[in-house]
């Protein structure tokens, strides 16, 4: 297929004056082009997106449905679809949307997945004991060096509830230490000021010093081959999400976790833990930067069902 102009322009406005992640960048991307490559296959023409009506987004529905995807999946193919006609209309293509008022299956709530306390500790202290399991065995000499980056990454999500974008991109001018703050760019580039705790900072501050980082500025959290012991400010190359997935997945193996577990689910365990200890929705919005409280309000309904097992686990007359 010949590239589309209307789907490389929205492209370039989302990566550009909206500051979107590179994950809805690649999701939206990808779901425009199988809508195309589907419409193409369908009417052996490409979409002409300014025509289409509601009942051609009806019939692409049914299709999804036949590949029995579940409703995740159509939800997040109907946003990047939605998102575009009000792109196009913004740029005055077209007067209302095709796909508004569109009848789309209802997703199911599912509550998230989070870390107990008690394995939140256990996954801060895997790293260091999973240097020490690999230095222990003969003749083996293994670089501290990113174990201290990982600790203090694990430390740095949990203390501030981040993204994991959000902890990419953190940067070591973002550190207000004596503060106790960081300066962190969220979703559409939006900036929020976040507290951090003092082993996060004391984990941040050991990593630096022994990477004998030089300057004030750069990427917080460096890749670091495993024969390099320090790595000067000029050649720090930043993390990239797929790495962090992976590093943890050995941790959670190391703290006998679920290794499905996501960086995103330590980032729903820093909400949760803050619930649980009486902290109050508005400053737990602001602190993850959700535009929404409504967002934000799911993690109420995860401390309800705790109370609610603890209280049928444990009340004579429950």
């Excluded at 820093?270 to 930067?289: C, F, K, N, P, W």
């Amino acid at each position: 297929m010949e590239p589309d102009p209307h789907i490389a322009k929205f492209h370039d406005y989302l990566k550009v004056e909206r500051g979107t992640s590179a994950y809805t960048l690649r999701n939206y991307q990808h779901a425009l082009g199988e809508f195309s490559s589907w419409y193409q296959g369908t009417f052996k023409t490409s979409p002409p997106w300014v025509d289409l009506v509601r009942n051609d987004f009806r019939i692409y529905l049914r299709s999804l449905g036949r590949r029995n995807l579940g409703q995740a999946s159509i939800q997040l193919r109907f946003s990047a679809l939605r998102s575009f006609y009000k792109y196009l209309i913004r740029r005055g293509f077209l007067g209302s949307s095709p796909i508004k008022n569109l009848f789309l299956p209802k997703l199911k709530k599912r509550l998230p997945k989070f870390l107990t306390l008690g394995q939140m500790l256990e996954l801060l202290r895997a790293p260091l004991k999973l240097w020490e399991l690999k230095n222990s065995k003969p003749r083996s000499k293994v670089e501290v060096l990113p174990y201290l980056r990982d600790t203090a990454i694990l430390e740095t999500i949990y203390s501030c509830g981040l993204r994991i974008s959000e902890l990419c991109g953190l940067l070591i001018e973002n550190i207000q230490w004596n503060e106790q703050l960081i300066r962190v760019v969220g979703k559409g580039n939006k900036e929020r000021q976040v507290p951090i705790g003092a082993p996060a900072l004391e984990a941040i501050r050991l990593y630096l010093s022994k990477s004998e980082r030089v300057g004030t500025s750069g990427p917080v959290f460096c890749h670091h081959r495993s024969s390099l012991a320090s790595l000067p400010e000029e050649r720090c190359r930043g993390l990239n999400p797929r790495m962090i997935q992976l590093r943890l997945k050995a941790y959670l193996a190391q703290a006998e976790l679920d290794p499905r577990i996501s960086p995103h689910k330590l980032r729903h365990s820093y909400a949760t833990h803050l619930v649980d200890a009486g902290a109050d929705l508005r400053s737990v919005q602001e602190l993850l930067g959700h535009a929404n409280l409504v967002t934000t309000q799911i993690y109420t309904h995860v401390s309800i069902d705790r109370l609610k097992t603890a209280y049928a686990r444990s009340h004579p007359r429950a």
